[in-house]
């Protein structure tokens, strides 16, 4: 267990004043570096759930999400995507990544009112889910984060990448347009690729288009093959009976390197507290995770 200890030096009203702040403070960085883990942090049941620093994908401060927590207000991250979102290959739907992630996230803040909605709906390609992902990002109760799971069926059925390119680049822009921050999630990693060197091509295409709209992606590509390579009974433990989707503990690692990326983006805070002052520069996280703090 890691723990983190701040004293006030000093004596008087002005360290009596700084003593809260620092408390909240460690509370918080406590919590985020809980969050992070080792690099084989406890998943499902208490099993390894290996990731590394350079897993967690890069996420400039979030300061919707900062301001929600501080004044306690309800705060809604909705997934969208397709059955990896909505939980096939779950023993039931609070085992889903989205429900994980919900628990993971107010265990880190405790007392705070977070919602992750799972608006997966399985065998969806992109071109079906920007439908309802403008509706949600433009209604009156928008929300707070997007988790787009996308690409996967894409890139199993085959068909235009360029298609492919031009309807990611459509969500992300009507996302934008609604003010609503974005993180990507790419296609998970399976044993039975027909056709790797496609797959791969439409894995590369959401990453391009992530870096060319610099918004972070979390590649569960890469995340799954490393498992596969490293540790193939591991790797899996991860995958669901059908050998394609994933499992309790795969969805289980899925939600907790979403709340360490989630956590180290929203930085220091404490629930019900007032947000402390934005500064320029750079906040390294535990993880190597580089926030960018502006006022």
Known sequence: MTSIGISVAGEGRGAWRLAPL?????????AMVASLGPAAAAGEDGRPCPFARSDLPKVSALPTLAKGLASRRPLRIVAIGSSSTEGIGASSRV?????????????????????????GIGGETAEQTLVRLARIVNDAAKPDLLLWQVGTNDAVKGGDPARFRSQLEEGVATARAAQV???LIDQQYFPKIDDVARYERYVGIVGSVAQANGLPVLSRYRLMHGWAASDPALYAAMLSGDGFHMSDQGYACLARTLAATITAAVGAVQ???APAPAEHGALE??????LSMRP
């Open 22 to 30: 620092l408390a909240a403070l460690a509370l918080s960085l406590a």
């Open 95 to 119: 085992r889903a990544y989205p429900a994980q992630l919900e628990s993971d996230l107010r265990r880190t803040w405790p007392g705070a009112r977070i919602e992750v909605a799972n608006a």
């Open 181 to 183: 921050p974005v993180v």
């Open 271 to 273: 629930v019900g507290s």
């Open 285 to 290: 996280t535990p993880r190597g995770i580089v």
